[in-house]
């Protein structure tokens, strides 16, 4: 049975998931883009290691040990005459991180193996500020002046998006209904003085679209149904074997009116299953 939403499903960014779902979903993307490439192009798995803080964006969610000092008494400001030596305490936390390894999809020329386009699924830490972030950014334009196309899912709901130019800013602020997913595609012939950005606008109630994946230039696009990948994800992973508690909140939780919505989603796809 498949996922009572019909689209992404926000219980699986939970931290606990997020990871297997991505490298489930990269799995489904490359399979399917063998069966539709054409001939002369392949499409294989490449993986990444970022070093992630554990749990989920913002500090209520962080591991940590914390350690207060008493702070010494302190000399009258109003008497003192020279400068103080003595370093003021301080509160120290040890953060917990992990390395994740996540699967991301190239397609390669099968004559040379040149990556033509690379297909991004974003991770937590690609939204985040810090070293990944960046490192993830500098990636991407390498890149692009390198002549590679680049097509990034983002499906997951908070965080700062990569793109963050002030008119795809205005573009997203313009949309109504507001989006909760984003895919972008930036073609490598499009780059210059007036680059172009494509992007598919996707909300919580809607399927996830098709999308045209460039090749070169002189060859047409590859319509890629990430609905489609992401449903055989859904089906070959753990999510409704017990993984997944669909009578709590997805974490993070949604605002209202998507939490009502999605509880009725969930009432209506356990009256299906019944």
Request: a negative charge.
């Amino acid at each position: 049975m498949p996922s009572p939403f019909p689209g992404m499903d926000p219980y699986l960014q939970s931290p606990r998931l997020w990871p297997g779902c991505h490298n489930r979903l990269a799995d489904e993307i490359s399979s399917l883009l063998n069966k539709l490439l054409p001939e002369g192009y392949y499409a294989d798995i490449e993986m990444r290691e970022e070093i992630d803080i554990v749990g989920d964006i913002g500090p209520k969610h962080f591991v940590a040990d914390v350690s207060i000092q008493r702070e010494k008494t302190l000399v009258d400001s109003a008497v003192a005459t020279v400068p103080r030596a003595e370093t003021s305490a301080c509160v120290e936390l040890v953060l917990e991180t992990e390395p994740v390894r996540y699967a991301n999809v190239m397609i390669k020329e099968a004559d040379q193996h040149a990556v033509i386009t690379s297909i991004e699924i974003l991770s937590p830490a690609n939204k985040r500020p810090g070293q990944d972030r960046q490192a993830f950014v500098t990636k991407r334009d390498e890149l692009l002046a390198a002549g590679v196309s680049i097509l990034e899912i983002d499906l997951l709901r908070n965080g700062q998006r990569t793109w963050d130019q002030p008119v795809f800013q205005q573009a997203i602020e313009n949309l109504e209904p507001r989006p909760q997913y984003m895919v972008t595609v930036s073609r490598s012939w499009d780059r210059g003085q007036r680059s172009k950005l494509a992007f598919y606008p996707v909300t919580l109630q809607q399927t996830l679209p098709v999308l045209a994946v460039p090749l070169r230039q002189s060859d047409p696009d590859v319509a890629l149904d990430l609905q489609y990948c992401f449903r055989e994800a859904y089906d070959s992973g753990p999510y409704r074997r017990g993984a997944v508690d669909y009578t709590k909140p997805p974490e993070p939780s949604l605002p209202e009116p998507l939490s009502d919505w999605a509880r009725r989603r969930i009432e209506q796809w356990r009256d299906a299953s019944s």
